[in-house]
């Protein structure tokens, strides 16, 4: 077989290719053994097709581009708190658009993540983990306060570009994909960004779709990327409750029971939140009479193989 020449050396970087090339336009898979219900059917929004493997590469490249156009990141490193993904996400464009980067996660975050962040050159500032995401935070505002010239904040939290990400590509990819049949859509919320930007899109094209946000039972339940907003310190402003129709709580043994039946009944290897979000799913689902339930599965489950979710059940002999 011969291989088609490459005519000319791209002057961009590959993370400039065109949309939907390698950020979006990832695939909608049927859920078929673990939901057998006439009149229903469960599709699951596969995220770790993006570039640096999840949902947040499409936030990440809409804020880093939106701050390189205007102008922001002249002679400043890009700052911000992250949970991990969007970290990643951060690094991974930074790195190909030549941008420095110092993010704050809390020490508690997944040794995979660290070693990742290093990997693409991060700088990286572990805050306590008794504070969670929260304490990540305030360390930053800390900083851009005493440094305004060093850092420009991106804050996943409150930059609106976050949820126009979504709104601009994950929404209109899910009409498309549903030809307009999908009735409700089930997604965990960290930041809020995905369900408010999917769930305001799909609610100018289809006005009764149904949108389902999913947390963490109590601020014990640990679930990566997912937040327990009653007790969190402050509510992000990209989150939108009042768009929303229900909010589900999953405890974490329920996602990490998920994820093991995920990969093993359905060959999906998810992250914890992804499979807290089909947990969620699986109940809408037993509750309609019909309808295409859409829930997001943001990311793989190899940044996990340290937790105790993928412990081995084997017995030695
Ligand atoms: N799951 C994982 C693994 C994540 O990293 C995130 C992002 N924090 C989410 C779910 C939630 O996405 P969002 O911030 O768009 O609500």
């Given at each position: 077989m011969t291989l088609p020449m490459v005519e000319k050396v791209p002057s961009?970087?590959?993370?400039?290719?065109?949309?939907?090339?390698?950020?979006?336009?990832t695939p909608l898979l049927p859920l078929r053994r673990l939901l057998e219900k006439q009149g229903v059917t469960l599709w699951a929004?596969?995220?770790?097709?993006?570039a640096s493997g999840s949902v947040k590469d499409r936030p990440a490249q809409e804020i880093l581009r939106k701050a390189l156009q205007e102008g922001r990141l002249r002679g400043r490193r890009l700052v911000d708190a992250t949970s991990g993904n969007m970290g990643i996400a951060y690094a991974t464009f930074a790195a190909a658009w030549g941008v420095p980067v110092t993010l704050a996660m809390?020490?508690?975050?997944?040794p995979e993540r660290i070693a990742v962040l290093r990997g693409l050159g991060a700088e990286l500032v572990l805050t306590d983990p008794e504070t969670g995401v929260d304490g990540a935070m305030a360390w930053v505002a800390s900083q851009v306060e005493r440094h305004p010239d060093r850092y420009y904040w991106a804050n996943q939290y409150d930059n609106p570009a976050n949820w126009q990400a979504h709104f601009r590509t994950t929404g209109p990819e899910i009409a498309r994909q549903t030809a307009g049949r999908v009735t409700h859509v089930v997604a965990g919320t960290g930041t809020g960004g995905t369900l408010t930007g999917v769930g305001r899109y799909l609610r100018s094209v289809l006005p009764d779709v149904r949108l389902i946000g999913v947390q963490p039972?109590?601020?014990?339940e640990r679930i990566p990327g997912?937040?327990?907003?009653?007790?969190?310190r402050r509510r992000p402003?990209?989150?939108?409750?009042?768009?929303?129709?229900a909010v589900r709580f999953v405890r974490a043994r329920e996602a990490h029971e998920m994820a093991r039946r995920l990969a093993r009944e359905e060959g999906l290897f998810v992250g914890p939140s992804a499979a807290a979000a089909v947990w969620a799913a699986c109940e809408v689902a037993a509750e309609v009479r019909e309808g295409l339930v859409v829930v997001i599965?943001?990311?793989?489950g190899y940044k996990y193989l340290?937790?105790?979710?993928?412990?081995?059940?084997e017995t030695a002999v």
């Open positions: 961009l970087s590959w993370a400039d290719a065109p949309a939907g090339a390698v950020v979006g336009n929004k596969a995220e770790w097709f993006n809390p020490a508690s975050a997944s039972a109590g601020s014990e997912l937040k327990h907003m009653a007790t969190s402003a990209v989150y939108d409750r009042g768009l929303l129709d599965l943001p990311d793989a340290s937790s105790p979710l993928w412990a081995p059940k």
